[in-house]
């Protein structure tokens, strides 16, 4: 089993910064693949970024976000800059041991996930 704790999150203004972290402990050879997942009230859980052999992100945060990982540290950050309102959601972690690079942005890809935090910003 793996576990994933995030941290980072809180209520930022529109343009502003915030850097997630997620730590894996636990079974952590089953994270060949991280990834950052987002869900909004009375939304689907969506995809945000990946981080495997390559780095993968979603169209909305391309651009102003970058994914990195420690191995070493068994932890993935997610920096997030010119925040929007829209970004307003619960971030979570997931970890899976392999990953198919076409359907990176698939939740079934991953078999592990974190309780999330939430992220606000404030117009």
């Known amino acids: 089993q793996v576990q994933l704790v995030e941290s980072g999150g809180g209520l930022v203004q529109a343009g502003g910064s915030l850097r997630l972290s997620c730590a894996a402990s636990g079974r952590t050879s089953s994270t060949y693949a991280m990834a950052w997942f987002r869900q909004a009230p009375g939304e689907e859980r969506e995809f945000v970024a990946a981080i495997s052999s390559s780095t993968y992100y979603a169209d909305s945060v391309k651009g102003r976000s970058t994914i990195s990982r420690d191995n070493a540290e068994n932890t993935v950050w997610l920096q997030m800059n010119g925040l929007k309102p829209e970004d307003t959601a619960v971030y979570y972690c997931?970890?899976?041991?392999?990953?198919?690079?076409?359907?990176?942005?698939?939740?079934?890809?991953?078999?592990?996930w974190g309780q999330g935090t939430q992220i606000t910003v404030s117009s």
């Open positions: 997931a970890a899976a041991p392999f990953l198919d690079g076409r359907y990176y942005y698939r939740k079934a890809q991953y078999a592990y």
